[in-house]
């Protein structure tokens, strides 16, 4: 079974300045993607980001962009010129298939502040 | 249009009340999820739907029914809740199979059992 690990419980950083979220991940499968998605207070789950396995090159949406190693099975997140807007519970997830059907397993979240 | 609604926003119910969560899409994807989340927890996969067909059932108590009418719409009836089941419940949804990457979610139903 797959398994995603996100060991920082809280992170912190000064607005305008760069952070970095860790994401490690366990699975048997060649073919796979990885996400992080972000929660804010409002709930509502957002896709910040996405990589697919085969790619080597790592994804960037503007101030987002992913350290990925597939032979570490690592997947970490670095956010630049942090903004208050990026408050928010942070999520990594992996996407594996069963039957067919896709299932996210989900880490247990890195809750990141912005200090103005 | 990328958005998936889900109503009612809020919605606390006994728990010998019976009360159905409705989800929608309009982005003509044929994979929907359902997924629970406790407070300071990641989601938790519930079912899948494939195509309007039940796919996954991830061993949830027979008190939660989804059902899924048709390709847009995707129902989780409620009945006999414990107060344990309070917590959001969100609504995703995607291209189907192993082409698809992404899930898109909705703002999830905040559900009190009391």
């Known amino acids: 079974a797959q398994t995603v690990t996100q060991s920082q419980p809280e992170m912190s950083v000064q607005e305008a300045e760069t952070v970095t979220l860790s994401c490690t991940y366990d699975?048997?499968?060649?073919?796979?993607?990885l996400f992080w998605y972000k929660q804010p207070p409002s709930r509502q789950m957002i896709l910040v980001i996405r990589?697919?396995?085969?790619?080597?090159q790592n994804a960037t949406e503007n101030r987002f962009s992913v350290n990925f190693q597939k032979a570490a099975k690592s997947f970490s997140l670095k956010i630049s010129d942090s903004q208050l807007g990026d408050a928010a519970m942070y999520f990594c997830?992996?996407?594996?298939?069963?039957?067919?059907?896709?299932?996210?397993?989900f880490g247990q979240g890195t809750r990141l502040t912005i200090n103005p | 249009d990328t958005e998936v609604t889900q109503t009612p926003k809020h919605l606390v119910m006994g728990m010998t009340n019976k009360k159905s969560l409705k989800c929608e899409q309009h982005m003509g994807h044929r994979a929907m999820y359902w997924y629970k989340q406790k407070a300071k927890k990641p989601p938790e996969l519930m079912f899948v739907y494939s195509y309007e067909k039940l796919s996954i059932n991830e061993s949830v108590p027979s008190r939660f029914s989804p059902e899924c009418p048709n390709s847009s719409l995707l129902n989780l009836h409620l009945h006999a809740l414990q107060p344990e089941d309070s917590a959001l419940y969100l609504c995703?949804?995607?291209?189907?199979?192993?082409?698809?990457?992404?899930?898109?979610f909705g703002p999830g139903t905040r559900l009190t059992v009391t």
């Open positions: 699975t048997s499968e060649s073919d796979y993607y």
């Open positions: 997830a992996y996407r594996g298939l069963i039957q067919g059907a896709q299932k996210l397993v």
């Open positions: 990589q697919e396995a085969y790619k080597q």
């Open positions: 995703a949804s995607s291209k189907p199979g192993q082409g698809a990457r992404e899930q898109y």
